[in-house]
């Protein structure tokens, strides 16, 4: 079973709740992910708490914090300092980062300004889940990637999240989808910083 993600616009404050952009509620030690001097997109960040119920076979940890960076901006409508385009992406160019607690106390929001003084993220969207077949075309945390020339071309991996077209405004070509995965035993490992990502595309 996979588990769909379902964004929603927000008037409430979304500090270390699961959100879709915005700005990500990190720890003090934990750094910002750059790549070639730029910094990554945050596209989201999961309260593993809210995805629990949904994971009853605890694939994911149910406890602590995902964060998801990536260099997106090109999909997202802006410029960017590099090009990634259908297959693999380069390594760097998708990170992952996981804390096993939350403290509202200690955990600081990274915003980025521009030289007037304005954020530069999106708002952020509120996250919430459902559960979903496994091979869903949907934007979605586990099951199996809906192109199957993913598996083909990366064998022995699981799929740790689909990002699909219309997502938040992101567009991946013709109804392309973004997938993060990991080899079968990074996965078991829980080498987070080990993902990759791959872009397919009708």
Known sequence: MAIRIKLERTETELFCSSKWWGDPDMPADME?????????????????????PYDPEGLLPH???????????EYAGYESPVHNGIGLWPRKQIVVKYT???????????????????????????????PCDDGED?????????????????PGHVNFLQIDSGTAGLQFYDEGQLNLLYSEADFLKAKWHLVKGYLSSL
């Open 32 to 52: 910002y992910p750059f790549t070639e001097d730029y910094p990554l997109t945050f596209i989201c960040q999961i309260a593993c708490e809210d995805i629990a």
């Open 138 to 154: 949907c934007t979605k945390l586990l099951g199996r990637p809906f192109f199957g020339e993913v598996l083909q071309e990366l």
């Open 63 to 73: 406890e602590g914090m995902f964060y998801v960076f990536g260099a997106v901006d």
């Open 100 to 130: 096993k607690s939350i403290n509202f106390e200690t955990f600081r929001s990274a915003i980025f300004e521009d030289e007037d003084g304005n954020p530069v993220t999106e708002p952020a969207l509120k996250m919430t889940f459902e």
